[in-house]
T-cell receptor, first 113, second 113 residues
């Protein structure tokens, strides 16, 4: 158990819909990162939030957006869902933005039909 | 962009030693990570190398050569529970003081009796 919890664990959405995934960071961690992991692939970095500000972004379109709240919990929002968005979405928290050790949640399995 | 290469699959015998290699091409290098991911579970942090050399942590060791763009993860005294995917990830220092991680596809290690 890492202390990082994600909800929901599984989700089925229809193409074109919008989805919000949630992540509760480990206590004391002010940095959260979100990843997309397709089957058989490594996690792909979506973006990172540090103290409620986005401070790093991977190669994902603007329809992937996020928020971090004062208690450091976080949301990932995806608009206009596409079939290729079907994946495991992982969040990871770390003590600071520069801390190399990140603790991952169990992920949300998103299926877009 | 970053390019990370690691073998897709390896097999080894319980009690043996296995070395999983990772090569990378990147600019702005700021560290290399190894994570372990069991099927259906979240990745867990194993090691972090930012300087050349060997880092040892129990049965696991990780080596880095920045000039060669090369790392390996060494697992000794293999146990059946070591069967998992091993992810190599490189972190680069991006503008604004952020860090962007890039994961490889992972090496699926199968340990047999």
């Amino acid at each position: 158990e890492t202390g990082v919890t994600q909800s929901p664990t599984h989700l089925i959405k229809t193409r074109g819909q919008q989805v919000t995934l949630r992540c509760s960071s480990q206590s004391g961690h002010n940095t959260v990162s979100w990843y997309q992991q397709a089957l058989g692939q490594g996690p792909q970095f979506i973006f990172q939030y540090y103290r409620e500000e986005e401070n790093g972004r991977g190669n994902f379109p603007p329809r992937f957006s996020g928020l971090q709240f004062p208690n450091y919990s976080s949301e990932l929002n995806v608009n206009a869902l596409e079939l290729d968005d079907s994946a495991l979405y992982l969040c990871a928290s770390s003590l600071t933005g520069g801390d190399p050790e990140a603790f991952f949640g169990q992920g949300t399995r998103l299926t877009v039909v | 962009g970053q390019n990370i290469d690691q073998p897709t699959e390896m097999t080894a015998t319980e009690g043996a030693i296995v070395q999983i290699n990772c090569t990378y091409q990147t600019s702005g290098f700021n560290g290399l990570f190894w994570y372990q991911q069991h099927a259906g579970e979240a990745p867990t942090f194993l090691s972090y190398n930012v300087l050349d050399g060997l880092e040892e942590k129990g049965r696991f060791s990780s080596f880095l050569s920045r000039s060669k763009g090369y790392s390996y993860l060494l697992l000794k005294e293999l146990q059946m529970k070591d069967s998992a995917s091993y992810l190599c990830a490189v972190r680069v220092h991006a503008s604004g003081g952020s860090y962007i991680p890039t994961f490889g596809r992972g090496t699926s290690l199968i340990v047999h009796p």
